[in-house]
């Protein structure tokens, strides 16, 4: 894969999204150049400078096509999603926006729900996935779902159930999964418990508390290891035996990626602490 140019600006990154923007600069989703140009601003922000990301792997996403990004949840807000959509508009040539399923509830804070959809980030519906992998966008899928960031900080590199929609939305869509492992986002929040009547109370699945009660992420190196394309055969209509069969070979797939990058991890770590 080409190097991407160190040259070119945030701006020209988003302008070089081959997405189709009409004159105001808006898609037929609703996504808005201007305010992914903010965004990609702040995020860009945290990917080098905050949490110094290291990201592998990116020459086997797909530069153009259809193509879902399925990897684990690791922390407890939506900081690996956020670092996850910044690296496909930072590491690829050309950029490409992963466009990832919201939960619910973020529908309930006006201002989180505008910056959501303009940023390409839609309510995980079924129909909203399909439209978007049959106009050749780049999904970004937890299936570990809200349970995956409610891991405690003991847990962080363990994997919960993985539902199994995905996988049938990949058979239905002829779309090949990429599979990553996100690392780092369960010492960025350290959740030692989860409050879900607070959560309830605010709307929301729970409230991750840390050592230092406020789930304010701390500056730790994160990292994306993303592996080679998975492709199965189906149509999507096949028994829960068999979709369950394809659905723990990513979830081992991924488990690999964070295991084999975790000693890595370590032994660099390893290395930085010897005389």
């Known amino acids: 894969m080409r190097p991407v140019p160190q040259s070119e600006s945030l701006s020209e990154r988003v302008e070089r999204l081959e997405l189709p923007f009409n004159e105001y600069g808006v898609d037929p989703y609703g996504i808005s150049k201007k305010h992914l140009k903010l965004a990609l601003e702040f995020f860009a922000f ?37 670092m996850v959509l910044t690296s496909t508009m930072l590491e690829m040539d050309p950029p490409r926006l992963a466009q990832g399923m919201v939960e619910r509830f973020i529908h309930k804070f006006p201002v989180a729900s505008l910056w959501a959809s ?50 049938r939305l990949a058979l239905q869509t002829r779309s090949p999964i990429i599979p990553f492992a996100f690392l780092g986002g369960g010492a960025a929040i350290p959740t030692i418990t989860n409050a879900y009547a607070l959560g ?23 990292e994306i290891h993303y592996g080679e394309p998975l492709v199965f055969e189906g149509t999507g209509d096949e028994e829960d035996h068999v979709i369950q069969g394809y659905v723990d070979q990513v979830k081992a797939r991924i488990q690999r990626l964070i295991e084999d990058n975790r000693a890595e991890r370590n032994l660099r770590r390893t290395r930085r602490l010897l005389p």
């Open 118 to 167: 303009r940023t390409g980030q839609f309510t995980g519906l079924p129909e909203h996935a399909v439209r978007l992998l049959e106009d050749d966008r780049l999904l970004m899928i937890f299936p570990e779902g809200a349970r995956g960031t409610a891991k405690l900080y003991p847990d962080r590199y363990s994997l919960v159930d993985f539902g199994t929609g995905f996988i």
């Open 46 to 82: 945290l990917y080098r400078n905050y949490f110094r990301v290291r990201c592998t792997g990116v020459q086997h996403i797909p530069k153009k096509g259809r193509g879902m990004l399925v990897g684990n949840h690791s922390g407890g807000v939506a900081v690996d999603g956020m």
């Open 200 to 222: 309830k109370l605010l709307g929301m699945p729970y409230i991750p508390l840390t050592p230092y009660l406020l789930p304010l992420p701390l500056p730790v190196g994160l």
